[in-house]
């Protein structure tokens, strides 16, 4: 008769192909799995996506100036710094303007750079600060005029231009007096 050895007590058996799945152990369904293929399309889908985004972004990020620019002669110029400078110079100008409850001021215009000269144009209802060169004190000015034209209305200003001159007129300078 054939002895039979018992169990050793060390032995573990392992777990075979036929074995079925510890519960604890989830399996993904096949249609989630990534394979090299799917994952090398998702690369692929993702870096398209981004050349074909970016220059729409380029773009957005170019009309979300709070001003339009102008510059032929490719003049250098600081974007953020001009933003800066704008916000700065509406904020400011609001709270001189109304200390309690400054307005909102948001002035649209035109900033063209490599002008013949450094002035300030408004024609046909259009704004423009033009520079002969990127200046951010001159840039600055325009901003606070082009505001300030949108807070004191044309009529408005023509009535205090109109006054300021009638009362200069009314006045006589002590010094300028004749005797009789």
């Known amino acids: 008769m054939a002895s039979v050895e018992p169990p ?6 392992t777990l075979r192909q036929t074995d079925p799945p510890k519960p604890e152990t989830r399996v993904p369904h096949p249609h989630l799995l990534m394979t090299k293929r799917r994952f090398r399309l998702a690369i692929l889908s993702a870096f398209l996506m981004c050349v074909v985004a ?3 972004l380029y773009t957005h990020a170019q009309t979300a100036l709070p001003f339009e620019i ?8 600081e974007v953020a710094e001009a933003i800066r400078i704008y916000s700065w110079a509406c904020n400011l100008l609001a709270r001189t303007i109304r200390p309690e409850k400054p307005p909102q001021l ?3 215009f035109r900033l063209v750079l490599g002008a013949d000269n450094d002035e300030y144009v408004h024609q046909n209802a259009v704004f423009e600060i033009r520079l002969k060169s990127w200046n951010p004190e001159k840039f600055s000015q325009g901003v606070v005029l082009v505001a300030m034209s949108g807070v004191v209305q044309a009529d408005e200003l023509n009535r205090v231009a109109h006054q300021s001159v009638s ?3 009314s006045t006589l300078d002590v010094r300028q007096r004749q005797p009789r």
């Open 8 to 13: 050793r007590p060390d032995f573990v058996p």
């Open 54 to 56: 970016a220059p729409a």
């Open 167 to 169: 009362l200069a007129n």
């Open 70 to 77: 102008s510059n032929p002669k490719n003049k250098k110029w």
């Open 106 to 108: 948001h002035p649209s």
